[in-house]
């Protein structure tokens, strides 16, 4: 394995610290790692524009290659391309599903994460309550089947 696969790997394990379920590999927030002389550069992306998580995720990352030996550590943000939820991966949202979160479906509306596989794996009728929940970039739902509240990933 080589250093730079080695820093990727271990900037992408990181949790995110609003979504502690996933981490920010798993979430595509990690765009890149290099090492040139020495110096380590991470370039990461935030799920939302105003993500208020950016300080905590570059530090977590500088504090998680300093434990693994890598001192000098820079971490950029970079806005373009901008992130999506297409950039989550399968063990992403598989984590995410199985704490409630929802993924948005291909209309933007999710399903309900607790009893859409009792519908056969079919939507069931939910009503946004706010397009804001627990972080930035989730939205606060209810299930007309369950009645039932849950969270679900922005569709961006």
């Known amino acids: 394995m080589t250093a730079q696969t080695e820093i990727a790997r271990i900037a992408g394990a990181v949790p995110d610290p609003e979504l502690r379920v996933v981490t920010i590999g798993e979430l595509g927030i990690v765009r890149g790692a290099e090492l ?3 110096r380590v550069t991470v370039t990461i992306t935030p ?26 550590v820079e971490v950029k943000t970079v806005l373009s391309p901008a992130w999506s939820t297409d950039m989550i991966t399968e063990s992403g949202w598989a ?62």
């Open 95 to 156: 984590a995410l599903e199985r704490t409630g979160i929802a993924a948005p479906g291909a209309s933007g509306t999710p399903a309900c994460p607790r009893c859409a596989h009792a519908h056969g794996g079919q939507p069931t009728p939910v009503l946004q309550i706010s397009r804001y929940a627990s972080t930035p970039c989730q939205s606060l739902w209810s299930c007309r089947s369950c009645l039932e509240p849950f969270n679900a990933i922005k569709k961006l």
């Open 47 to 72: 799920t939302y524009s105003g993500c208020p998580a950016m300080d905590a995720i570059r530090d977590d990352i500088r504090a998680a290659l300093a434990g693994a030996g890598f001192a000098d």
């Open 36 to 38: 040139a002389d020495g």
